[in-house]
């Protein structure tokens, strides 16, 4: 039998967000090896190239079968030249050159051991990296003045990197759960992120909240901070402006008719956002300070995201991810459907285009308005 017929004989669509995407898949090999190309694109803050990289990846993991030969894969969608050849060097070679150099690189090193500081993006460490550090060891010898969020990542540096487990999503849950209610009973909580997806560990939970009395939920991000913190749950909290995903879709920049998802930006702004009083976000780092006896609590990273209840269903969607996934459902509603997709809502282009330009935007817009920054506090 040859290999492959199977494979060749299935239709695969081009947006992953409409192919079945299981978490346990057959291709592992060829995943990872495109993923630290993807990991290095964005550390180098190429972002089209990390796409490239994690469409092709997302491809190969909705593949029925392991694939053996680069021939199965003729016909495929989403495999670019680039992909294609780092699939063909695995297939043949068992490795990818280009993935073992990028992996033994000096700079990729430095930059995920630095990026994993809590509160240190792309150029930051790239700028570090440039000066000769390399670890959080080099950089707390430097002697760098480092702000709030990054002193707190880099004081607790090994737990944060630490993946979070299952059990430890559904502890932090109960805690959550229990700081929500003092301060709104009947609201709603929802584990969201990758836990939703089914994944066993994370590097962070995300919950959203809602309540089922629209208004009910404002305020409310306040009251579960000063809560937590009252209780000596808190060892770092940020509130920030709007998701990656929308944040470029805010007044500073009116839609264009480009492809704004393609404009996604990359590296991850760890803290976080707030949007008004009706879409915020926020980033902690979550410890527990009981604080006699030996330490029975280790640092976190969690994100709460409160939804007006009329808008929850498109923030379920829009922070459950992955990623990539969230990205092509916007790129198909956009491309395919004539429709913008956000986390807070679905617009009909169609009829939204015959609105006044100002109109328009202001739609787009709505609930998430009021851009402002507060300003952060180490707890
Ligand atoms: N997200 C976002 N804006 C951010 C961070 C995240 O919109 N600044 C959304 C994305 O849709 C993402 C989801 O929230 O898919 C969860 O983000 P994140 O916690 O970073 O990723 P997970 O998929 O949960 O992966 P992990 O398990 O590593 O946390
Ligand atoms: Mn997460
Ligand atoms: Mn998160
Ligand atoms: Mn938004």
Known sequence: QKPGLELAVVSVPSYACQRHTPLLHHNTTLTDALSILAENAELGENEGRGVAFRRAAALLKSLPQE??????????????????????????????????????????????????????????????????????????????????????????????????????????????????????????????????????????????????????????????????????????????????????????RPAS????????????????????????????????????GPRSWRAVRVDLVVSPYSQFAFALLGWTGSKLFERELRRWAVHEKAMTLSSHALYDRKRVRTLSQTHTHFKYCSGSFLYYQIRDKLI
């Open 67 to 252: 694939v053996r030969g680069a021939e199965q894969l003729r016909g495929l969608p989403c495999l670019g030249e680039h992909s294609l050849r780092v699939i063909k060097e695995v297939l043949e070679d068992g490795v990818s050159h280009e993935v073992e150099t990028t992996t033994h690189s000096e700079q990729f090193k430095a930059m995920k051991a630095l990026t994993g500081i809590f509160g240190v993006g792309a150029k930051t460490a790239d700028r570090w990296f440039r000066e000769g550090i390399h670890t959080p060891s080099d950089l707390q010898r430097s002697g760098h003045t480092l702000n709030r969020a990054q002193r707190a990542g880099l004081q607790y540096y090994d737990e944060l990197n630490l993946p979070v487990t299952k059990p430890e999503a559904v502890a932090i849950g109960q805690i959550v759960e229990r700081a929500v209610h003092a301060v709104l009973p009947g609201a709603e909580i929802t584990l969201i992120g990758g836990f939703r997806r089914g994944k066993q560990t994370g590097h962070d939970v995300d919950f959203l909240i809602t309540h089922p009395d629209e208004g009910r939920e404002e305020g409310l991000m306040r009251k579960v901070v000063s809560w937590l913190e009252a209780q000596g749950f808190l060892l770092y909290q940020k509130t920030t402006g709007n998701s990656y995903l929308e944040s470029k879709e805010g007044p500073a």
């Open 257 to 292: 008719n480009m492809d704004r998802f393609e404009r996604y930006s990359h590296p991850l702004p760890q803290t976080l956002v707030v949007v008004g009083d009706h879409a915020q976000k926020v980033s902690w780092v979550l410890g527990h300070s009981q604080c006699s």
